[in-house]
Structures are given as structure tokens and as C-alpha cells.
């Protein structure tokens, strides 16, 4: 277990050993096939291991992000089992968990690893024992944090719809999962895979292809600034917009008005 920085995006790749990440500082995006999950200062996450993923650094956060990063072999995570976890450990084996951090209420999580981190300083066996059992305790947590968020109620089909209709009217605001889980009091995790689950795409998916949607209209009916038209729908980073317009378009903001200047 260890401190490293993150310093820009990390293509899709899979890793045969399970990964635990807590986000120190900054913040990320990390992808895989069913959800798309917002990390920030306090956030953990466990990707089974063979999981496929790929990470960003979450826009408008600093240009790099602080993690303690856990890469933990099956065998490994195995021999931590005991009667009392072993339900536990097996559901984190299952599917990507993301659990948030509970400063309001104090965080047991983040206790933990300014333990991990005085214990690691020892070379005394017995205290690198100590931080291995830490280490479980940290895993633990991470359920606990899960079987609060779980605690909200469940979503349905019908509340998707309110939300969708609502994301609709408030596209070019800053959204993030967390800030609607709160809002419609519903599970972070519910809403992600229910969103996927009727759409076929994840609901930041959603988001971005309004955003990008309106912006396509107003470069081809519009003669507005293009910097003013990446702000008006939502994108604080200029560069972050031009990037994701030509890869959904394969050109420019700038040769998409010209060409459709010259068709019309």
C-alpha cells in the first residue's frame, strides 16, 4: 500500500490483482463497463481484479490527484478471510464499489490510514501486522460506507424518468452524480446502474451529449464566439471541450462551423 500521484488519464486496461484506491486529494473519473465514478478527497473505490477500467482526472480539479493505492493478489485477499468477513470479501470480489467519504459524522476510513501510515514507518514485525490488520479494517469500512449508501431508498424506472427530465432542463449546470443522489434521495450506486440499465449509457454519457448537441446547433445556426459557446453549456476547461468535441465529431468546433457554413 502506498501514496502515488496520478498526473493524467490512464487508457483502458485490466490488472489480475484486485484494486483498492482512496482519494487523498484532487479528484478522478474512473470507467468501467456498467458505471462512471466520481472520486474525490475522502472517496474509495475497489475494482475486482480482470475488472476493465480506465481513469481521468475529473474536470476542473488540480492537474493531478493524490491516491493510497492497494494492489492486492486473490490469493491474498483469500487468506483474509475469516467466518465473520468472508461475505464481505466476496461481494467486493463481484463488481466495482465506490463508497463516499462521512466527515460529518466522523471518518473511521481516514483514521485508519494515518494508522497504516504510522505503522508502515516501523520495521517491527509485529507493528507490520498491525498495519495489515489495518489494512482489513479499511476494507471493511469501505462495506460499511456501502451498506449506508444502500440504505437509501431504490430507485425505479419512474424515477429515472424524473431525473432524466430533470438533467434535461439543467445540462449546462454543474452535475456530478453526487450532488443528484442527494437531490432525489436515492442511492449514488442505485442511480448509476438503473440509468445504464434502461439507457445503454451511463448518465454523465447523458449529460455530455446535450451539452454537445446544443453546441453542434449553435456553431451550425449561430455566429456566437466558440469560447463563449463551450462556457454557455457547461465547460469551465476549453481544452477539455475541444478534445471531447472532436472525438465525438472527428473534427474541430472551428472546421465543423465552416463545413456546415459551406452546406447550407
Known amino acids: 500500500m502506498k501514496k502515488t500521484l496520478i498526473r493524467g488519464a490512464i487508457k483502458e486496461h485490466a490488472h489480475n490483482m484486485h484494486e483498492f484506491l482512496v482519494c487523498l ?37 488540480s492537474a493531478c490527484s493524490e491516491v493510497l493505492l492497494a494492489c492486492i493478489k486473490p490469493a491474498t485477499l483469500d487468506l483474509m478471510r475469516s467466518p465473520c468477513n468472508n461475505d464481505f470479501i466476496e461481494k467486493l470480489k463481484q463488481e466495482t464499489t465506490l463508497s463516499h467519504s462521512n466527515n460529518d459524522q466522523g471518518d473511521n476510513l481516514e483514521r485508519c490510514i494515518q494508522e497504516v501510515d504510522a505503522l508502515s514507518m516501523s520495521p517491527s514485525l509485529l507493528n ?80 455530455l451529449q446535450l451539452r454537445f448537441d446544443d453546441a453542434a446547433k449553435q456553431l451550425a445556426f449561430s455566429k456566437k464566439d466558440i469560447t463563449r459557446i463551450a462556457l454557455d453549456i457547461g465547460f469551465n476547461n476549453l481544452s477539455h471541450f475541444h478534445r471531447q468535441f472532436k472525438k465525438r465529431f472527428g473534427m474541430t468546433p472551428l472546421s465543423f462551423r465552416n463545413m456546415t457554413a459551406q452546406s447550407s
Not at 431525473?163 to 442511492?187: C, G, M, P, Q
Open 25 to 61: 486529494s484532487g479528484g478522478l473519473l474512473i470507467e468501467d463497463s456498467l458505471a462512471t465514478y466520481t472520486l474525490k478527497q475522502g472517496s474509495a473505490i475497489f475494482i475486482p481484479c480482470n475488472m476493465v477500467h480506465k481513469i481521468t482526472i475529473f474536470d476542473g480539479e
Open 128 to 207: 507490520q501486522s498491525f498495519a495489515e490488520n489495518c489494512f482489513i479494517k479499511m476494507l471493511l469500512l469501505h462495506m460499511e460506507r456501502l451498506h449506508q449508501d444502500t440504505a437509501l431508498s431504490k430507485i425505479s424506472f419512474d424515477h429515472i424518468d424524473h431525473i432524466t427530465a430533470w438533467v434535461r432542463r439543467h445540462y449546462v449546470e454543474d452535475i456530478n452524480l453526487d450532488d443528484l443522489s442527494k437531490r432525489f434521495s436515492v442511492s449514488r450506486s442505485q442511480l448509476t446502474r438503473k440509468f445504464k440499465q434502461k439507457y445503454g449509457f451511463s448518465l454523465i454519457e447523458f449529460v
